[in-house]
T-cell receptor, first 114, second 114 residues
Framework: GQQLNQSPQSMFIQEGEDVSMNCTSS?????WLWYKQEPGEGPVLLIA?????ELTSNGRLTAQFGITRKDSFLNISASIPSDVGIYFC??????????????FGKGTKLSVKP | KAGVTQTPRYLIKTRGQQVTLSCSPI?????VSWYQQTPGQGLQFLFE???????NKGNFPGRFSGRQFSNSRSEMNVSTLELGDSALYLC?????????????FGSGTRLTVV
């Protein structure tokens, strides 16, 4: 099946550092979503992207929809301990007018050292 | 506004048994999707229901089934449980079918098969 390659798999950073993670696919996507999941909870939507080149911010988080429509990145600036969690990218493949299922990357586990 | 409610939160079943999980979507949301989350495979799409009809289906065996009621509540059933079915089962709701505006996830049902 279709896959999203998300990297890195995990990150251990110091509080205050900036973080960058990305997702790539061999298929063209028409939607990119970024979610965060904390232990014992379901994923929570952080940012949604709908157009190639789109750059969207949500507080200290910034995400971009790649120009090729096959990738997206998420940046977190000045990380704090509550940023800890697993970040997932998700997207829908463009089947030329029809929508595919929402596909998720395997996640980036973020640990922040105070 | 109540979120997506999944019951039960935890479940332990024996191999060969069957199980039914329940999901109540956000009021007004008509689409309900189910995902299986495991450490190895990440979030895998099971199926999506809209207006009491299954509209999309992932690559899972026929032992996995679901249904949606007229009030949009959904149930997922797994028959003849296998050890590999141990996972966090997440339900997500959205206003529309194949929504591009993201999904709201519940906290999940943690199923352990022994």
């Amino acid at each position: 099946g279709q896959q999203l390659n998300q990297s890195p798999q995990s990150m251990f950073i110091q509080e205050g550092e900036d973080v960058s993670m990305n997702c790539t696919s061999s298929s063209i996507f028409n939607t990119w979503l970024w979610y965060k999941q904390e232990p014992g909870e379901g994923p929570v939507l952080l940012i949604a992207l709908y157009k190639a080149g789109e750059l969207t911010s949500n507080g200290r988080l910034t995400a971009q929809f790649g120009i090729t429509r096959k990738d997206s990145f998420l940046n977190i600036s000045a990380s704090i301990p509550s940023d800890v969690g697993i970040y997932f990218c998700a997207g829908r493949i463009n089947y030329g007018g029809s929508q595919g299922n929402l596909i998720f990357g395997k996640g980036t586990k973020l640990s922040v050292k105070p | 506004k109540a979120g997506v409610t999944q019951t039960p939160r935890y479940l332990i079943k024996t191999r060969g048994q069957q199980v039914t999980l329940s999901c109540s979507p956000i009021s007004g949301h008509r689409s309900v999707s189910w995902y299986q989350q495991t450490p190895g495979q990440g979030l895998q799409f099971l199926f999506e229901y809209f207006s009491e009809t299954q509209r999309n289906k992932g690559n899972f065996p026929g032992r996995f089934s679901g249904r949606q009621f007229s009030n949009s509540r959904s149930e997922m059933n797994v028959s003849t449980l296998e050890l590999g079915d141990s996972a966090l089962y997440l339900c997500a709701s959205s206003l529309r079918l194949e929504s591009n505006y993201g999904y709201t996830f519940g906290s999940g049902t943690r199923l352990t098969v022994v």
